[in-house]
């Protein structure tokens, strides 16, 4: 399989990176590591060399967001005559042998038109099914795009800068006529965000619940909303899909530690959305 990847870091910790990225990169014929740290961590590029001959690092001083950055990576596989890009976060990794496997499992796919492929990041929630389904929105991590058909879709949304950029792309390949097609045999150990303990307002009871920093809140409701209300040709499915997002904020809006910062986020990303602003706040 000719396929090429990226891996989007941000003030990583290098010893995890490094685990995770042995968990795929002996799989790939190119790995491009783009940092968006603001400060360069001292020895990175020395350490990754040492993992694999195919990496190549790429630090650019400044955070521009995931989207330009998938981008810069499409471009550059794309222009080395790669048929796949398999997009990672820096947390993420697979099982071992799952990435040959979901290799293996995309060369014998019988669909044509599949401009991406997915695993299962959630399998608490999502049931473990031999055959492939496809699927309204994938994750960008773990995700395999088919280079050939980027162009009759269109780049990665970079007015979105980090959150729903792979949603909003994930509705515009259904809209181009192709599939977003996921394994959900493929299991992708992931992080969705800060787990914290909070109390039910009506059960009373304590259960862990996902929370996120007030700068993420930020771009989660300007960029909901922007997708909510400004994107044309989302079907019924894709507006639902976009109001259960947003709704994961009401854990931050009652449980996060830094609640005063949160709901100046909040306001802050409401106020940006309304007076057109998009890109990095």
């Given amino acids: ?28 014929k190119q790995l491009y590591v783009y940092d968006n740290s603001e400060t360069k961590l001292p020895g990175i590029e020395e350490d990754l060399a040492k993992l694999h001959p195919s990496i190549q690092y790429h630090y650019f001083n400044a955070n521009e967001g995931i989207a330009k950055r998938l981008n810069r990576a499409v471009d550059e596989a794309t222009r080395n005559n790669y048929d796949y890009l398999l997009t990672m976060d820096q947390d993420s990794s697979f099982k071992e042998g799952d990435f040959e496997k979901y290799k ?19 399998p608490h929630y999502t049931i473990s099914k031999d055959q492939p389904e496809e699927a309204l929105t994938l994750i960008t991590s773990g995700s395999i795009v088919n280079l050939s058909l980027i162009k009759n879709i269109g780049s990665f949304n970079e007015n979105l800068f980090i959150d729903f950029v792979d949603t909003e792309f994930s509705y515009r390949v259904i809209q181009s006529g192709y599939i977003n097609l996921m394994f959900s045999n493929i299991i992708l150990n992931h992080a969705l965000g800060k787990l ?3 109390r039910s307002l009506v059960s009373f009871k304590k259960t862990m619940r996902i929370s996120h920093s007030p700068i993420r809140v ?26 259960r997002c947003i709704k994961i904020l009401k854990n931050d809006l009652i449980y996060n530690p830094q609640l005063g910062l949160v709901y100046i986020h909040l306001f802050s990303g409401i106020f940006d959305f309304l007076r057109g602003k998009m890109g990095k706040k």
Avoid: W
């Fill in 218 to 243: 930020y771009y989660i409701i300007r960029n909901g909303l922007y997708l909510l209300l400004k994107t044309k040709g989302l079907t019924t499915a894709m507006k639902k899909d976009v109001l």
């Fill in 1 to 28: 399989m000719n396929i090429a990847g990226v891996v989007i870091l941000y003030h990583p910790d290098i010893q995890l990176l490094s685990e995770n990225i042995k968990t795929y990169v002996q799989g790939l």
């Fill in 196 to 198: 914290i303990e909070g």
């Fill in 104 to 122: 293996l499992q995309i060369q014998a796919s019988a669909y044509s038109s599949v401009a991406q492929f997915g695993v299962n990041c959630q």
